[in-house]
């Protein structure tokens, strides 16, 4: 390897520029007086220089206006600039040098495979017919333009119709691309452009996708180019995002309005074919009352409507299996209940339930005293669980909502209590008054999972000021981050629900310091989620930069990366993140944890790709992969290729080895971990004398040049006890390889005399 990044440094500001060449004559070019190697002196035909000879034979020079053979050549100056060689071919390297500087800052997106998705189950009607009629060219039953705007109420379906167009009504062999709008603003700069490709981009972040006449207008410019590569473009956009009476039709763009969704019931029972569900199906079309709570649905309702049939008839499953007790109390519902109730909209039972306040339960009226209203809403989240735990559950939720019983008369800390209560309802008939049992193990039983949804949500819609406690209790109310957790489950739920920036900011601030690991997987659910996954991530980047969340951050990128099913998109978003923990972190325990990530992450072949691209992008002087870069390098440092350190062996392209080692010996913030790895790499090899001479030999430019003395004394400090098959001590070794003998007068041998 070449060491010439380590040649003299140039003088430090307000040197004189002879005092520094004073100094280099006599203390040597390096400060470590040693024998090296500089480029071009090992050219075939000149002779090695001797011991001691430190003057440099001259490389043999061309003439300045030579151009090797056969390879192009490009000159500027002063504005100007000169081709020299085949002109075709410099356009061609020009042509690619632009599109591989063009793609590092392009929308990236997941490869749709086309026939795989066109078996999916898919529900038309009259009007979607109609839509796509007008796109389509009816001679050639293509698009009829290369950039097709689809503009649909939310939930609607517009994704899967024009994914469907594309499949439907492109070229077979262009590539399906579903791209992901990681943008602030619409930009057409950020779209790709390639030959015979079929793009598809939602437009629906309601702060960051809002489409602008401007943008339009450059749309049309990409629409040509677009054609000329044979390619399509179609774009969702969500209707309240179509504001601006300029957002119409240009060259090259067809606007389109998608406005309402297929048949629900049509939807649920070809999705609930599809996947096996024929029994069920046919049983839930002949109940009247399920399929009356189907009408009206939006495309994404009606699909999580099959998915919870599904649920409802596994519950009904599992249910009939067990054996009936004497008393009959456990006859369980019939299916025909079960998804009636599954599916129905509990809003106007709840609204009794949720009534007027009282304090007492009275048969005249379905309102529930505040004690039962969280004993029903900690019944909801935990669904089955001892009796004694549930009481705690419930307890815990009235003191979060800062409410207590009120005894007339009783004063302060006053016996009175015990007798008040004891006159009230017991917590059997309790359980019984909100619609659960209590089995002969005295365990409560609430099997509706998807009631309990229900009164989440109708309790977060209703009680504004209950969000904040109701979030806070959930959280105390998990036992483990698992996403099983049913205290987890529900803050899944809600958060998909109504994750918007003020919701995320409220959890993380609640969850950050006591669950960061309940809060990461919450936000797992939340970045898989198509309709607020960008918010998410989004909170993720704000949260990068806080030591507080760094916990959080830190796990949870850690298992994108390690995922290895993940997009490429999630996976770099990830990494992005990592970065900025790295970047901002204060605390140096947060610089360590992103450390312990990537030391974990060298294991999986997936994610090391993203380390040597963190590395590339510290070597090319990206200021914000400062600290990353230099903590991916270390944790490569870990990887071995037969035996042999891989970053010495075979380092990969783009990566220069020796000058990250030279770097992190020289930053006082990365010297200790770089040692500690450095020794383990030189003790591994000790035993094998070819592989230490090689590493040893490599090592050696690293530790020379500006400022590495400190640096090299501490490495050779602990390679004391280490010591070759030849029996000579590591810390020898390269001392005698670093420290010219005329100057180890100066420099003691570590650990041994003058």
């Given at each position: 390897?070449?060491?010439?990044?380590?040649?003299?440094?140039?003088?430090?500001?307000?040197?004189?520029?002879?005092?520094?060449?004073?100094?280099?004559?006599?203390?040597?070019?390096?400060?470590?007086?040693?024998?090296?190697?500089?480029?071009?002196?090992?050219?075939?035909?000149?002779?090695?220089?001797?011991?001691?000879?430190?003057?440099?034979?001259?490389?043999?020079?061309q003439?300045?206006?030579?151009?090797?053979?056969?390879?192009?050549?490009?000159e500027?100056?002063?504005?100007?600039?000169?081709?020299?060689?085949?002109?075709?071919?410099?356009?061609?390297?020009?042509?690619?040098?632009?599109?591989?500087?063009?793609?590092?800052?392009?929308?990236?997106?997941?490869?749709?495979d086309?026939?795989?998705?066109?078996?999916?189950?898919?529900?038309?009607?009259?009007?979607?017919d109609?839509?796509?009629?007008?796109?389509?060219?009816?001679?050639?039953?293509?698009?009829?333009?290369?950039?097709?705007?689809?503009?649909?109420?939310?939930?609607?379906?517009s994704?899967?119709?024009?994914?469907?167009?594309?499949?439907?009504?492109?070229?077979?062999?262009?590539?399906?691309?579903?791209?992901?709008?990681?943008?602030?603003?619409?930009?057409?700069?950020?779209?790709?452009l390639?030959?015979?490709?079929?793009?598809?981009?939602?437009?629906?972040?309601?702060?960051?996708?809002?489409?602008?006449?401007?943008?339009l207008?450059?749309?049309?410019?990409?629409?040509?180019?677009?054609?000329?590569?044979?390619?399509?473009?179609?774009?969702?956009?969500?209707?309240?995002?179509?504001?601006?009476?300029?957002?119409?039709?240009?060259?090259?763009?067809?606007?389109?309005?998608?406005?309402?969704?297929?048949?629900?019931?049509?939807?649920?029972?070809?999705?609930?074919?599809?996947?096996?569900?024929?029994?069920?199906?046919?049983?839930?079309?002949?109940?009247?009352?399920?399929?009356?709570?189907?009408?009206?649905?939006?495309?994404?309702?009606?699909?999580?409507?099959?998915?919870?049939?599904?649920?409802?008839?596994?519950?009904?499953?599992?249910?009939?299996?067990?054996?009936?007790?004497?008393?009959?109390?456990?006859?369980?519902?019939?299916?025909?209940?079960?998804?009636?109730?599954?599916?129905?909209?509990?809003?106007?039972?709840?609204?009794?339930?949720?009534?007027?306040?009282?304090?007492?339960?009275?048969?005249?009226?379905?309102?529930?005293?505040?004690?039962?209203r969280?004993?029903?809403i900690?019944?909801?989240v935990?669904?089955?669980?001892?009796?004694?735990?549930?009481?705690?559950?419930?307890?815990a939720?009235?003191?979060?909502?800062?409410?207590?019983?009120?005894?007339?008369?009783?004063?302060?800390?006053?016996?009175?209590?015990?007798?008040?209560?004891?006159?009230?309802r017991?917590?059997?008939?309790?359980?019984?008054?909100?619609?659960?049992?209590?089995?002969?193990?005295?365990?409560?039983?609430?099997?509706?999972?998807?009631?309990?949804?229900?009164?989440?949500?109708?309790?977060?819609?209703?009680?504004?000021v209950?969000?904040?406690?109701?979030?806070?209790?959930?959280?105390?109310?998990?036992?483990?981050?698992?996403?099983?957790?049913?205290?987890?489950?529900?803050?899944a739920?809600?958060?998909?629900?109504?994750?918007?920036?003020?919701?995320?900011?409220?959890?993380?601030?609640?969850?950050?310091?006591?669950?960061?690991?309940?809060?990461g997987?919450?936000?797992?659910?939340?970045?898989?989620?198509?309709?607020?996954?960008?918010?998410?991530?989004?909170?993720?980047?704000?949260?990068?930069?806080?030591?507080?969340?760094?916990?959080t951050?830190?796990?949870?990128?850690?298992?994108?990366?390690?995922?290895?099913?993940?997009?490429?998109?999630?996976?770099?978003?990830?990494?992005?993140?990592?970065?900025?923990?790295?970047?901002?972190?204060?605390?140096?325990?947060?610089?360590?944890?992103?450390?312990?990530?990537?030391?974990?992450?060298?294991?999986?072949?997936?994610?090391?790709?993203?380390l040597?691209?963190?590395?590339?992008?510290?070597?090319?002087?990206k200021?914000?992969?400062?600290?990353?870069?230099?903590?991916?390098?270390?944790?490569l440092?870990?990887?071995?290729?037969?035996?042999?350190?891989?970053?010495?062996?075979?380092?990969?392209?783009?990566?220069?080895?020796?000058?990250?080692?030279?770097?992190?010996?020289?930053?006082?913030?990365?010297?200790?971990e770089?040692?500690?790895?450095?020794?383990?790499?030189?003790?591994t090899?000790?035993?094998?004398?070819?592989?230490?001479?090689?590493?040893?030999?490599?090592?050696?430019?690293a530790?020379?040049?500006?400022?590495?003395?400190?640096?090299?004394?501490?490495?050779?400090?602990e390679?004391?006890?280490?010591?070759?098959?030849?029996?000579?001590?590591?810390?020898?070794?390269f001392?005698?390889?670093?420290v010219?003998?005329?100057?180890?007068?100066?420099f003691?041998?570590?650990g041994?005399?003058?």
């Open positions: 390897m070449s060491d010439a990044p380590f040649g003299p440094s140039a003088p430090e500001p307000g040197t004189p520029a002879d005092e520094t060449a004073s100094q280099q004559q006599q203390n040597g070019a390096s400060r470590w007086l040693t024998r090296r190697r500089h480029p071009g002196t090992d050219l075939p035909g000149t002779p090695a220089p001797a011991p001691g000879d430190h003057s440099l034979p001259s490389p043999a020079l003439p300045p206006d030579a151009v090797p053979a056969g390879q192009p050549s490009r500027t100056a002063n504005g100007d600039t000169h081709l020299y060689g085949d002109v075709g071919v410099v356009a061609n390297v020009i042509e690619e040098l632009n599109q591989q500087t063009r793609k590092q800052d392009l929308l990236e997106g997941t490869e749709v086309r026939k795989q998705f066109l078996g999916l189950p898919f529900v038309r009607s009259a009007h979607w109609s839509v796509e009629q007008q796109a389509v060219d009816v001679d050639g039953g293509r698009l009829r333009q290369p950039v097709t705007i689809i503009v649909a109420p939310r939930s609607c379906g994704t899967t119709f024009a994914l469907r167009l594309l499949a439907e009504h492109t070229a077979g062999h262009a590539q399906m691309i579903k791209l992901e709008a990681d943008w602030n603003t619409p930009s057409k700069g950020r779209l790709p390639e030959k015979d490709h079929a793009y598809q981009l939602d437009l629906k972040h309601p702060e960051n996708d809002q489409p602008s006449a401007d943008f207008d450059a749309l049309s410019e990409h629409a040509a180019h677009l054609r000329g590569c044979r390619s399509h473009l179609v774009l969702t956009v969500a209707q309240d995002l179509w504001r601006d009476h300029r957002l119409s039709d240009r060259p090259g763009i067809h606007v389109l309005r998608l406005q309402e969704a297929p048949d629900a019931e049509r939807v649920v029972a070809v999705h609930l074919r599809a996947h096996g569900y024929d029994e069920l199906t046919d049983s839930l079309l002949s109940f009247p009352k399920a399929t009356a709570a189907l009408r009206g649905l939006t495309a994404v309702a009606a699909v999580q409507a099959a998915h919870t049939a599904v649920m409802a008839w596994k519950e009904h499953s599992r249910a009939s299996q067990q054996p009936a007790r004497p008393d009959g109390q456990n006859t369980p519902m019939s299916l025909e209940q079960r998804i009636t109730f599954a599916l129905t909209d509990w809003r106007d039972a709840l609204d009794g339930l949720f009534g007027d306040m009282t304090s007492l339960r009275s048969p005249d009226s379905p309102s529930l005293p505040v004690e039962d969280c004993l029903l900690a019944l909801a935990r669904q089955c669980a001892p009796m004694p735990d549930v009481a705690r559950s419930a307890a939720l009235l003191q979060a909502i800062g409410h207590a019983p009120v005894i007339p008369g009783a004063a302060a800390g006053s016996s009175g209590l015990i007798p008040s209560v004891l006159a009230g017991g917590l059997r008939r309790r359980i019984q008054d909100v619609g659960a049992r209590v089995d002969m193990q005295d365990t409560v039983v609430f099997d509706r999972p998807t009631y309990g949804r229900a009164v989440l949500e109708y309790v977060w819609d209703n009680y504004d209950m969000r904040t406690p109701l979030l806070a209790w959930l959280l105390a109310t998990a036992q483990s981050p698992d996403p099983d957790d049913r205290a987890v489950d529900a803050l739920q809600l958060t998909v629900r109504h994750g918007t920036t003020d919701y995320l900011t409220t959890l993380g601030d609640l969850a950050r310091a006591s669950h960061p690991e309940v809060l997987t919450v936000m797992e659910s939340a970045i898989r989620n198509e309709h607020i996954g960008r918010l998410a991530w989004e909170a993720l980047y704000q949260w990068a930069a806080q030591d507080g969340y760094a916990p951050v830190i796990a949870l990128c850690r298992r994108i990366l390690e995922d290895s099913s993940v997009t490429t998109a999630h996976a770099r978003r990830a990494m992005v993140r990592l970065r900025r923990v790295a970047h901002k972190a204060g605390d140096h325990a947060v610089r360590g944890q992103v450390l312990d990530a990537f030391d974990a992450l060298v294991q999986q072949p997936t994610a090391t790709q993203h040597m691209n963190e590395v590339r992008s510290w070597q090319d002087g200021v914000s992969a400062a600290r990353s870069g230099a903590l991916a390098f270390l944790a440092m870990s990887a071995e290729h037969e035996g042999i350190p891989w970053l010495v062996s075979a380092p990969p392209p783009g990566i220069d080895a020796q000058q990250a080692v030279h770097d992190l010996l020289k930053s006082p913030e990365t010297t200790t770089v040692i500690a790895r450095l020794t383990l790499w030189i003790r090899s000790a035993t094998d004398p070819g592989a230490y001479t090689r590493l040893r030999d490599q090592l050696l430019p530790l020379r040049g500006h400022r590495m003395l400190d640096a090299g004394m501490r490495l050779m400090q390679l004391r006890d280490i010591s070759t098959t030849e029996g000579v001590s590591a810390a020898d070794d001392y005698d390889h670093l010219d003998n005329r100057v180890q007068g100066v003691p041998r570590p041994g005399d003058a």
